[in-house]
């Protein structure tokens, strides 16, 4: 059979999603390992570290050179971090397979929680949403750009650049680090929509390889990462807005928890809502109710308001 092209990005993280992909693929279709080729694409993320990415404007930063290479037919399939990837997305291109979402929370490494961080600490992140999260818990907190791939930013950290950083434990666990950092509960730090979730799309008309990708997908993380995307979408936000967002099935219902900030943590609105999984309408009415309440400093942060 021909090879099967997975598009990625070259970090030692994206490298081992794809290859999750790859073996699943594998094992599903009974294929020779020889099947599948990674085709690494250098995104606009990956060529500017030294600016935060709100900084470099414009959207599709992990996405843009992926798209490219699968609408030209390089590749048959991109995988991405789905917290990386827009809400909107060009009418061509279809989320085929959302995997088995990994744990969701963020780490904090170099201190033990973030109220054990001592007074004025240094805290590197390049997340709108961490630093906002932090600011709020704890106002005394500096907070400095922290870019560049998980290996970087612990480097940073080892190298004094800062007290501590937080990054999603997904990641680490998924780059074998299951032992760096403290785990944040969402109750305390509610992460970012779709954090912890690796989706492989494909062409929206190539029916071939949708169908080889379709078992694949996590019925329940699917339903999750869809629910808190359209809670973005509704907000016309991004990975770079201050916000938070985290939907889980238990049992019957699918609860969906948010959080919006002002950029400098000093306002956030929060709140929640169950509702039957699936049902289409739990995360734009959080959404609106959320923004309903916002005060201004929130409310001018959001397109859709
Ligand atoms: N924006 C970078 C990014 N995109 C996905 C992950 C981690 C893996 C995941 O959330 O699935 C990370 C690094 C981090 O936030 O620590």
Do not use: Y
């Amino acid at each position: 059979m021909p090879a099967f092209r997975i598009g990625t990005r070259g970090s030692p993280l994206a490298l081992i999603q794809a290859n999750m992909v790859r073996d699943a693929l594998v094992a599903t279709h009974g294929w020779e390992a020889d099947a599948v080729e990674i085709v690494i694409v250098r995104t606009t993320g990956d060529r500017v570290q030294d600016r935060a990415l709100a900084e470099i404007g414009g959207k599709a930063l992990w996405t843009k050179e992926l798209d490219r290479a699968l609408l030209a037919g390089e590749i048959d399939c991109a995988v991405h971090s789905m917290k990386d990837v827009e809400t909107i997305r060009p009418a061509a291109i279809a989320i085929a397979a959302i995997l088995e979402r990994e744990t969701t929370c963020d780490r904090i490494i170099g201190a033990e929680s973030v109220a054990a961080l001592r007074e004025g600490a240094v805290v590197g992140t390049s997340s709108p949403r961490r630093s906002a999260q932090l600011r709020k818990l704890r106002p005394d907190l500096t907070i400095v750009l922290f870019r560049g791939n998980v290996d970087t930013r612990l480097a940073k950290l080892a190298a004094g650049e800062a007290d501590a950083t937080l990054l999603a434990a997904a990641g680490l666990v998924r780059l074998g680090r299951h032992d760096v950092g403290t785990t944040i509960p969402p109750e305390e730090l509610l992460p970012a929509p779709a954090q912890g979730a690796v989706g492989v799309e494909a062409r929206a008309d190539d029916e071939r390889t949708r169908s080889l990708l379709a078992p694949l997908n996590h019925r329940d993380t699917d339903i999750c990462v869809r629910t808190e995307r359209a809670f973005l979408a509704e907000l016309g936000a991004d990975c770079q807005s201050p916000v938070a967002a985290l939907a889980t099935i238990a049992g019957p219902s699918l609860l969906l928890r948010a959080e919006l900030l002002a950029i400098d943590g000093s306002a956030h609105v929060a709140g929640n809502a169950a509702a039957a999984p699936g049902d289409p309408d739990i995360a734009p009415s959080l959404a609106r109710d959320l923004l309903a309440e916002a005060p201004e400093s929130i409310r001018s942060l959001f397109a859709g308001a």
